[in-house]
T-cell receptor, first 109, second 114 residues
Framework: QKEVEQDPGPLSVPEGAIVSLNCTYSNSAFQYFMWYRQYSRKGPELLMYTYSSGNKEDGRFTAQVDKSSKYISLFIRDSQPSDSATYLC?????????FGQGTILTVHP | ETGVTQSPTHLIKTRGQQVTLRCSSQSGHNTVSWYQQALGQGPQFIFQ???????GRGNFPPRFSGLQFPNYSSELNVNALELDDSALYLC?????????????FGPGTRLTVL
């Protein structure tokens, strides 16, 4: 069993839709939870990170962590075609990042 | 402020050859981590260097080795290349190894092994 599981999709939504991306994990030692966005042929860029259970909002993005269920989510409101990318969840344990497989998101006009 | 840069952008090697990939960390960052990202997969941690010393290693064989220089730039060396080594190799730098959640990634080097 992988330490971090992420549905690879692909996910295709119309512009303006609310997108929900999810990951589950098995390692209780993970302390930080991150979401990265990766455009084609580019390196991942950090979108958001959280430490504790609960919600964290940044513009159209909301990150949610439930440590008791070992489940994290990223919500994108009013999705735009420019949001089309691969979204990677990642978790930090002792300095290294453990990534999910990534979800390919396409937002069509 | 200069971001993380990697060279070369892409290269093609044949099985059994050796390759060296290079990374310049972001200004002020003393920690460099290397990741391998196979097609359709998330990045996999190879190893991390902190102040020129290896500071953690993932599940990769010894033919994957690295160096970090006094200016905190880094190299990843892979010997005896195998077909499965074909991937995007990502370098990420951070201010410290202690709380490394803010790792800034370079654009990657795409390696193809024939």
């Amino acid at each position: 069993q992988k330490e971090v599981e992420q549905d690879p999709g692909p996910l295709s939504v119309p512009e303006g839709a609310i997108v929900s991306l999810n990951c589950t994990y098995s390692n209780s030692a993970f302390q930080y939870f991150m979401w990265y966005r990766q455009y084609s042929r580019k390196g991942p860029e950090l979108l958001m990170y959280t430490y504790s259970s609960g919600n964290k909002e940044d513009g159209r993005f909301t990150a949610q962590v439930d440590k008791s269920s070992k489940y994290i989510s990223l919500f994108i409101r009013d999705s735009q075609p420019s949001d089309s990318a691969t979204y990677l969840c990642a978790m930090n344990g002792s300095g290294k990042l453990t990534f999910g497989q990534g979800t390919i998101l396409t937002v069509h006009p | 402020e200069t971001g993380v840069t990697q060279s070369p952008t892409h290269l093609i090697k044949t099985r059994g050859q050796q390759v060296t990939l290079r990374c310049s960390s972001q200004s002020g960052h003393n920690t460099v981590s290397w990741y391998q990202q196979a097609l359709g997969q998330g990045p996999q941690f190879i190893f991390q260097y902190y102040r020129e010393e290896e500071n953690g290693r993932g599940n990769f064989p010894p033919r994957f080795s690295g160096l970090q220089f006094p200016n905190y730039s880094s190299e990843l060396n892979v010997n005896a290349l195998e077909l499965d080594d074909s991937a995007l190799y990502l370098c990420a730098s951070s201010e410290t190894s202690l709380v490394a959640f803010e790792q800034f990634f370079g654009p990657g080097t795409r390696l193809t092994v024939l």
